[in-house]
């Protein structure tokens, strides 16, 4: 006859917090290393550039300026979010099913084909006023910065697009 021992170990294992440490606040932790690197970069460079735009072309006198001052919040608002997101580290918190690169890119690309339209549109519209006129010369520079913004994004979905293509979802 045959015998089988089985021998069971048992283990405890103990987790300790630091005091002061929440629940779900302790999974968020502030990565500046994010923005150290070339799309963190850009994302900063969006950033300011978005909030040169906005002063720039405040107060719209005309309708072209008004979609421009659009397009220039809804992108500052969405990169200010994006931003967020990875100076908390609030992707990696999360714990969703979303493919964080690909939604970024979609926005990032959307808001660069807005952008392309709007410094178009701006330009075209007060190009077509005298420079004596009032507002003019912050307009026009509203609109240059609206190219450089352009410009920013679309190097910001150029990064995210090599980053989704090479498989990458967080």
């Not at 302790?26 to 040169?52: C, D, E, H, M, W």
């Not at 735009?53 to 006198?61: D, E, F, R, V």
């Amino acid at each position: 006859m045959v015998e089988t021992v089985i021998t069971v170990e048992r283990t405890q294992t103990t987790q300790t917090t630091a005091p002061g440490t929440g629940g779900g606040v302790s999974a968020l932790r502030i990565n500046i290393g994010y923005f150290q690197t070339v799309p963190g970069i850009i994302k900063l460079v969006q950033f300011f550039l978005g909030i040169i735009c906005m002063a720039c072309a405040s107060p719209s006198y005309i309708s072209a300026t008004a979609f421009f001052i659009f397009v220039a919040v809804v992108s500052f608002i969405a990169t200010l979010l994006w931003i967020f997101a990875y100076l908390l580290g609030i992707r990696e918190a999360l714990n969703v099913a979303i493919n964080w690169i690909f939604t970024e890119l979609i926005n990032t690309g959307i808001a660069t084909v807005l952008y392309f339209i709007a410094f178009i549109v701006q330009l075209a519209k007060w190009s077509s006023y005298s420079s004596e006129s009032y507002g003019y010369g912050s307009n026009i520079a509203a609109g240059v910065f609206g190219l450089f913004n352009f410009l920013a994004y679309a190097a910001g979905t150029y990064f995210l697009y090599l980053e989704h293509k090479s498989g990458a979802t967080i």
